[in-house]
């Protein structure tokens, strides 16, 4: 997850199908952050401009990066179809950021940082940019387990792929608390749960199978038709496990906010 590949190739699904349900957890985020009208902003790894969007529409001054050119494309596709001049957006490694030291009053991060090789240079790159008591906020998913449907039809996938899958980084709020306070002050995890609706179940992993990387990335290694062996057990099992009315599938997110000292 921490190379440009599957974000470049899931990128139109993401911008068309996953902000919408992002964008929720991105309002949270600038009401934790409470930059003060018309504060110059950053977003990094901030895809196809989720967050940034919002707060350029919020009346923010906004810088955001993202290493997926795809990303960045429709990044770009979004803010000229909403005629906004007051964010800018370009490639570049949120580990190693084009901008200058104390430039910005808030920053973000939203399920971007917790994908990055060093993610103790993410941190310190956000903090770097950021004013004296600015606040920032980085966002990362509760551990799979923590989602019993997800859990149950990713186990599928895996166990159908053979794959013994990692743990997700920045999981637990121990290690959102700890890996943040290296670079930031007063560092505070809140968990924000939103939830997210489909027709059917059927529905629900087609769009999961589209607009989640490591499916993305593992279908493109595996080829479309061992992957179309994968999918249909991971159909059967998100029906059997939500059963045929319209599902509703909870996600629980951490929002790590901490203040630059």
């Not at 997850?1 to 599957?6: F, K, L």
């Not at 967050?51 to 795809?70: C, R």
């Not at 950021?97 to 940082?113: E, I, K, N, V």
């Not at 062996?229 to 059963?243: H, P, Y």
Request: charged share 20%; with cysteine; aromatic share 8%.
């Amino acid at each position: 997850m921490s190379t440009p590949v599957p974000w470049d190739l899931l990128s139109s699904a993401y911008a068309d199908e996953v902000v919408p349900l992002l964008e929720r957890y991105a309002t949270d985020a600038l009401r934790l952050a409470a930059p003060v009208t018309g504060a110059r902003i950053v977003d990094v790894a901030c895809g196809p401009g989720t967050l940034a969007i919002l707060a350029a529409q919020q009346g923010h001054l906004v810088d955001a990066i993202d290493f997926s050119a795809g990303m960045i494309e429709r990044f770009e596709a979004r803010r000229l179809t909403l005629g906004l001049d007051n964010v800018t957006a370009q490639v570049g490694d949120g580990q190693a950021l084009p901008f200058r030291d104390a430039t910005y009053g808030a920053g973000f991060s939203m399920f971007g940082l917790m994908f990055f090789a060093d993610r103790a240079k993410g941190f310190s790159e956000l903090r770097r940019v950021l004013l004296p008591g600015a606040r920032a906020v980085v966002s990362s998913w509760q551990r799979i387990d923590d989602h019993p449907v997800l859990a149950a039809v990713l186990a599928s996938v895996w166990a159908t792929a053979a794959i013994d899958p990692d743990d997700l980084p920045l999981s637990t709020p121990e290690q959102c608390r700890e890996e943040m306070s290296a670079s930031f002050a007063d560092v505070e995890v809140i968990e924000i749960s939103h939830t997210e609706r489909y027709e059917t179940a059927a529905a629900a992993w087609a769009s999961l199978e589209r607009t989640l990387p490591p499916l993305v990335l593992m279908r493109r290694e595996l080829g479309d038709e061992k992957w179309a062996k994968v999918s249909v057990v991971a159909s059967e099992t998100m029906t059997r496990t939500l059963g045929d009315g319209p599902p509703e599938l909870v996600m629980s997110a951490w929002l790590t906010v901490g203040v630059a000292r």
